[in-house]
């Protein structure tokens, strides 16, 4: 990762390099992260997660701040459901809560059992059709990100993407 150097002036005239300050609330916000408002279907859930992700790891933020930052940005029914949490387990508490935990909870509450059933019939059918290679490996990613059982070991995976080409004689 290319990290910028800072330059200034010392005493001397001489010119020094510092690596930036650590990764702050005001630079979380001018990345114009993505909102998440909870009224999505899972996949909408899953491209936030990572959208989240590639801010996080661009930025070298801390796992310590990313729960702290991305709650920030839910909105109507995850707002909600973030309030009714902290006012549960308590403020520090949640707001310290490991970004993967976070997550894990966010799936149960935002991705109903009956809705993980219908995606993962989906996944089962799931078929590439006519020449859109990059829609079926898309949805594809898409689905395995939701059902990772089902695509664990990486042998399933790649198994599971075969059958959904065509067959071609």
């Not at 909102?35 to 909408?44: K, M, Y």
């Not at 996944?123 to 020449?131: R, S």
Request: one cysteine or more.
């Amino acid at each position: 990762m290319i990290v910028t150097k800072i330059q200034s002036l010392n005493s001397n005239g001489a010119t020094t390099s510092a690596a930036p300050n650590n990764y702050d609330f005001r630079n979380f916000l001018s990345t114009k992260p993505p909102s998440f408002c909870g009224e999505e279907n899972a996949t909408i859930l899953l491209q936030w997660f990572e959208e989240m992700e590639n801010i996080f790891i661009h930025y070298e933020c801390s796992d310590a701040k990313r729960t702290k930052f991305s709650s920030s940005h839910f909105k109507s029914r995850a707002v909600v459901w973030w309030n009714a949490l902290r006012n549960d387990q308590g403020s520090d508490l949640v707001v310290s809560m490991p970004w993967e935990e976070l997550k894990e909870a966010m799936k149960k509450e935002f991705c109903p059992e009956h809705e993980l059933q219908r995606l993962e019939a989906e996944f089962w059918e799931l078929k590439h059709i006519g020449g859109d290679n990059s829609a079926y490996s898309n949805r594809f990613h898409e689905l395995s990100c939701i059902v990772p059982h089902l695509v664990t070991p990486e042998t399933s995976d790649i198994q599971k993407y075969i059958r959904g080409l065509p067959i071609i004689f």
